[in-house]
């Protein structure tokens, strides 16, 4: 349940056994000290300091008000952060724990509400003692929903206090009572334990594993299923959780569940969704699974993740869709769905994950050539316009893109050689060694071959062999080595004085794996312009 405040004079805060308490202002009038003060007087003095050396809370405690009217009094004033953290301050846990063991349902149910409030402000050793009261309390959902309801509130404000409290909470079973108070009531009831479950096992490992011992599973998909807007997104934080264990998600599998977790990718926070989202990665590694998944609309709810979620949620939703188009039938249904300027997105972003992520879906879905024109149309813009580090990534995937069997309509189509020549001479040293690498790979199809040489890319290739990097000298290398390779272009590199140069290059290579690597090719290809016999 929500904290059942409100904020006009005529306050409706709390329907307790068909009753309804209204504070009217300054109304209500109670006698302490010896004199008559309204719910307002005692506010005041709560605020202000003492009065006769006392506090108003020390006076609520040692009089004679009966312990209905303490608990209205409390109830009242915790309505307020400033009082809620004076009654904490003054040590007041006694008197609510008191109160919690009264025989009256109204004045319990006032009391949890109050220690819920002041919950965040009081130490974990005082709330610790009221923990197995709360716990005992919910055991009241059969005959009375309203208490237990204000007990499951209590208890969700306890456990975002800290792990130690969430642990205790646990191991005193509140964690199967709310499981059974979720599946078996509705509304507010179900609402208020739901929340309280989800603080439980969200956080703290120990009440994860104790909701999946008491069967908690099969209730929370069910709920996910057939719940209501609300209780959907609650059940759908706990199903991520649950099956962030590896025996959740195979029983699950089991009990043909996947379209709930699903679904929980689908709706709630960013977190849960993420969490959902890893789950159906993890399943995905299976190839069997992959296909269910797909089959069952995985597919569109993780592009929108990919779309609409932060970027953590971002980033996982396109790990798992780059799983599940490892699958010949799925390359065209994933690019179908939007996914590819998405991994754009991805790529063109300052986190080095998300570029990682973007450039495997894009070597996963290039598989398909429809897929991999697509892609390389993105890859041009971004080696036109992009930013140095967007570039580099580019430039990553042309390279991969290049050992494809359909390069040529790819790569070539795209209108790629132009920018690739040009961007040898990128005055960044990354972009040079990618670009470089990606010409090596390209210059072993004859196609690709024809078009760098028509963009004029031999003689920039000649001229970085003095390039300062070893890993762009040795891909020119390997470029130039296959460009030799073939007669048709020994004129070009003739003409580009390449023959010299690579003679230069050969006497300046020193020892090493990398040095004897790059003169093999200079080697070769001097040998193919009849320098070397």
């Given at each position: 349940?929500?904290d059942p405040c ?14 309804t ?7 209500n009038s ?9 719910l307002?007087?005692a ?9 006769d ?7 609520i405690?040692?009089s ?43 004045t ?6 109050t220690l ?9 050793e ?13 055991t009241?959902?059969?005959t009375c ?8 509130f209590?208890l ?7 792990e130690?409290?969430?642990?205790e909470?646990g191991?005193?079973g509140?964690v ?10 509705d ?6 334990a739901?929340k ?14 104790l909701l999946?011992?008491?069967g ?28 962030s264990?590896r ?8 009990m ?19 969490r959902?989202a ?28 990919l ?11 396109g790990?798992t869709l780059?799983?599940?188009s490892a ?6 249904h ?16 300052n ?12 070597c ?31 430039a ?15 790569v ?5 050689m132009p920018l ?8 960044n ?12 790979q ?11 040489a028509?963009s004029?890319i031999?003689?920039v ?7 300062p ?41 020193s020892a ?16 193919y ?5």
């Open positions: 349940m929500e409100c904020h006009n004079q005529d306050r409706r805060v709390g329907l307790v056994n068909g009753e308490f209204v504070d009217k202002g300054r109304t109670y006698c302490l000290f010896g004199k008559s003060y309204t307002g007087d506010r005041d003095v709560l605020l202000n300091g003492s009065v050396e006392e506090t108003i809370f020390q006076a405690s040692d004679s008000i009966t312990e209905r009217k303490v608990a209205k009094i409390l109830f009242h004033l915790s309505n307020e952060k400033a009082c809620a953290q004076a009654l904490a301050a003054w040590q007041g846990m006694p008197l609510l724990i008191r109160l919690l063991r009264s025989p009256r349902d109204a319990k149910m006032q009391s949890c509400i819920g409030r002041v919950a965040k402000f009081a130490t974990e005082d709330l610790k003692q009221s923990v197995p009261l709360l716990v005992e309390l919910l009241s959902y059969t929903h309203d208490l237990a309801e204000c007990a499951a209590a969700r404000r306890l456990a975002k206090v800290g130690d409290l969430s642990v909470i191991t005193l509140a199967p009572l709310l499981l059974d108070i979720s599946s078996s009531s509304g507010s009831l179900q609402l208020a739901l309280a479950l989800s603080e439980l096992v969200l956080y703290t490992q120990m009440n994860l594993g999946a011992q008491s908690g599973l099969p209730a929370i998909v069910n709920l996910v299923v057939s719940g209501s807007s609300e209780v959907k997104c609650l059940a759908a934080e706990i199903l991520g959780a649950l099956t264990l025996e959740m998600r195979r029983a699950l599998v089991h043909s569940g996947i379209s709930a977790l699903i679904e929980a990718a689908r709706v709630g926070c960013n977190a849960s969704r993420a959902a890893h789950a159906l990665g993890l399943l995905a590694f299976t190839k069997r699974l992959r296909r269910t998944i797909v089959n069952a609309g995985g597919v569109p709810v993780l592009v929108d993740l779309n609409s979620g932060d970027h953590m949620a971002k980033l996982i939703a790990n780059g799983i599940l699958h010949a039938n799925h390359l065209r994933v690019a179908e769905a939007g996914a590819i300027p998405l991994f754009v997105n991805l790529l063109e972003g986190d080095p994950l998300g570029k990682e992520i973007a450039e495997d879906g894009f996963i879905l290039a598989v398909l050539e429809e897929n991999a024109i697509a892609i390389a149309e993105h890859l041009v813009r971004i080696l036109e316009n992009g930013t140095v580090e967007a570039k580099a990534a580019a990553d995937v042309i390279w991969d893109l290049s050992s494809y069997k359909h390069s040529v309509p790819v070539t189509g795209s209108g790629a690739l020549a040009r961007l040898l001479r990128d005055e040293e990354e972009v040079r060694e990618r670009i470089s690498g990606a010409v090596a390209l210059s072993y199809n004859d196609s690709d071959k024809q078009a760098m028509e004029g031999i003689s290739l000649v001229e970085l062999l003095h390039d990097s070893d890993d762009v000298k040795e891909n020119i290398a390997e470029a130039l080595h296959n460009f030799a390779e073939d007669t048709f272009y020994r004129l070009d590199m003739s003409e580009a004085s390449a023959a010299p140069a690579l003679l230069e290059l050969q006497n300046s290579l090493g794996s990398r040095a004897r690597e790059t003169g093999n090719h200079v080697t070769a290809a001097l040998h312009l009849g320098q070397l016999t």
